[in-house]
């Protein structure tokens, strides 16, 4: 059974920081394309960041360019998404994905919310 675990949201403050983890189980990991999602309230969901198997970032969002980075832990199964630099439209329900490249959609995490107080 696929788990993908996001954890590591919460309120902040704008200019604050956050870090997100995503534990991943029952795949193989090191196989799959990694990704960070996010859907703003009212808003489709939009593709903040892909990660390929050794770990480089794509990133697919011009808005947080250079505030977050995207990378994984092959050998502990995890992905990160650290998020500097905090704006009140950051907020979102951020998500963990996992599949084939180009776009890994295939397995979802529940989603984590990430509010950010002007």
């Known amino acids: 059974q696929v788990q993908l675990v996001e954890s590591g949201g919460g309120l902040v403050q704008a200019g604050g920081s956050l870090r997100l983890s995503c534990a991943v189980s029952?795949?193989?990991?090191?196989?799959?394309?990694m990704g960070w999602f996010r859907q703003r309230p009212g808003k489709e969901r939009e593709s903040i960041a892909r990660?390929?198997?050794?770990?480089?970032?794509?990133f697919d969002l011009d808005s947080v360019k250079g505030r977050f980075t995207a990378s994984r832990d092959n050998a502990k199964k995890m992905v990160y998404l650290q998020m500097n630099g905090l704006k009140p439209e950051d907020t979102a329900i951020y998500y963990c994905?996992?599949?084939?490249?180009?776009?890994?959609?295939?397995?979802w995490g529940q989603g984590t919310q990430v509010t950010v107080s002007s």
């Open positions: 029952g795949l193989a990991f090191h196989a799959y394309y």
């Open positions: 990660i390929t198997w050794s770990g480089d970032a794509i």
């Open positions: 994905a996992a599949g084939p490249r180009p776009v890994p959609n295939k397995y």
